[in-house]
């Protein structure tokens, strides 16, 4: 049985007439007839007299209607329980983002969120691309802001990625650098590997700045773990560094020389990733939308 057929019946019983309460249920009387024939078959007894002037509940039919009307306010309950949640915006999202966006994303994105929904529970998972795309592949987190997914990943686990905005990639350099002084903008080809301060193997910023400067490999004794402490080491006469736009453009840097590339600028694609199985709650696509109005601005 099932909750329509539980309204069918009590609607017969208290209208006291298979016509009245197919008017009121807005169906059929034959259909009405059938349902109320297919919770007599299931349960194995006659729920209603059939009498001239209408029908009334048999004694299997007067305990099914006491527990029928139970199951309906229970059902009741819960409906108006979930349209409370939408209207008060209540709920929560778990989502992921890497670690050369996040610091500087988060704040422009959670401050106005948490002002809007303040009943949300946020929780954010920070991780490179490949724990992300395992976390969302196992439930951990609902969706993830991330860059490079390959297509390979998108098949092989089923993904929906769609890009959200485009990041201009910069360079980081020390005042005292050539080409902190020159006029013309530097090329990204023409940087030396051996001079590049950059993340560890693994994160996405580390690949593209490879494939952006057309190189194999970068020095491993300019390596690090946090885009913060690549850009004090920059600071520090260290070396230089290819650096995404927001890590740069969210405070002041005294101590770095921040320059554009030359056209075309190389730029990194900050996309959404979630299963395609799995719909996203309402949160999630108030946060997501929150993004893209970030990235339009």
Known sequence: MDL?????????????????????????????????RA?????????VHRKPRGVEPTAAGRILLEHAGRVLEEARLLRERFATRRDSREGSVIF????????????????????????????????RTSGLIQKVVDGSIEFA????????????WSLHVRE????PLMLALPPSHP?????????????????????RDGHCLTDRTLKVCRLERLDPRLECDQLETALAMVEAGMGIAVVPELAVRSRPLPGVVIRSFSEPVPERTISLMNRRAAPLS?????LIGLTKNLARD
């Open 39 to 47: 919770l007599e078959d299931e349960l194995g007894e006659t729920l």
């Open 96 to 127: 992921g983002m890497i670690p050369t966006l996040a610091p500087y994303l988060l704040p422009r994105l959670l401050s106005p969120f948490r002002e809007s929904f303040p009943k949300v529970d946020v929780q954010v998972r920070e991780a």
């Open 145 to 156: 802001i991330l860059s490079d997914v390959t297509p390979q990943d998108q098949k092989k």
């Open 282 to 286: 309402a949160a999630a696509l108030e």
């Open 4 to 36: 329509r057929q539980l309204e069918y019946f009590t609607a017969i019983i208290r209208e006291g007439s298979l016509t009245e309460a197919a008017r009121r249920c807005r169906i059929a009387q034959p259909s009405l007839s059938q349902q109320l």
């Open 164 to 167: 959200l905005f485009r990041e």
């Open 179 to 199: 080409l902190a002084r020159i006029s013309e903008p530097p090329k990204p080809e023409e940087l030396l590997p051996e001079t590049m301060v950059h993340l």
